[in-house]
């Protein structure tokens, strides 16, 4: 698994597909937490949304860089369909945690806050629960389930506005409500770590789905 998932960032790193959406992470990141004196919290909460959007691109990106006959051959090498699927979502999560960083350094930067460890690990578990979210309408959305990129990007966003705007169902806009309304980090700092959880089992559920689906069709 390891040489799999080394293979498939190289092959992201060579295509340069990243550079997009790492740059629309960045510039979203200037551009909601420029200036900014508030809690931390709520920075955090602009950081993990920035991150919704840049995982379900750089998911799409990644599983869409093979065609079906290379893809077919790396699947007889790694040895199975799921194999391959885990690899692409565990490089997916691996690309996400320099994003992690940055989102965690660039708003003390671009701001004015005071740093404690509480917000260090809220910032860590905000910006994960939102790529495990992101990597799984990602995956639901590839050409593993669509053939038509058109209808996989107009699901995205179908899927996006969801997650962000169905209140009390997903766990990315219980997060976001959680993060607006805190005094502090260390006050939400329990409810994030559920909502992590709960967002590891909706990817293990749309990875399910995608392995399914995509099995049937070859």
């Known amino acids: 698994m390891i040489a799999l998932v080394r293979y498939l960032f190289t092959v ?18 200037a551009v909601l937490t420029s200036s900014d004196s508030g809690p931390l919290a709520a920075t955090y909460g602009s950081a993990a949304g920035g991150m919704l959007v840049c995982s379900v691109w750089l998911t799409m990106g990644l599983i869409g860089l093979e065609d079906q006959t290379h893809r077919s051959v790396v699947v007889v090498t790694a040895g199975s369909h799921l194999r391959v699927l885990l690899g692409s979502v565990g490089t997916a999560a691996l690309w996400c945690l320099p994003l ?10 671009f701001g004015s806050h005071t740093f404690t460890f ?4 809220l910032g860590t578990e905000a910006q994960l629960t939102c790529a495990f979210t992101g990597i799984a309408i990602g995956v639901l959305c590839s050409r593993l389930v669509f053939r038509r990129q058109g209808y996989a990007l107009l ?15 997903s766990p990315v806009n219980v ?13 939400v700092l329990g409810s994030t770590t559920v909502l992590l959880a709960i967002s590891a089992g909706v ?16």
């Open 12 to 29: 992201m790193l060579l295509s340069q597909r990243y550079l997009a959406p790492l740059l629309l992470f960045v510039g979203l990141l």
């Open 100 to 109: 992690t960083a940055a989102g965690l350094v660039l708003p003390l930067l």
């Open 118 to 121: 509480a917000d260090a690990v």
């Open 155 to 169: 699901l995205a966003l179908v899927l996006l506005l969801a997650v962000l705007l169905a209140k009390g169902v």
């Open 175 to 187: 997060l976001l409500g959680d993060l607006q309304n805190a005094t502090g980090s260390a006050d």
């Open 203 to 218: 990817l293990a559920a749309a990875v399910t789905a995608t392995h399914a689906i995509s099995v049937r069709r070859s």
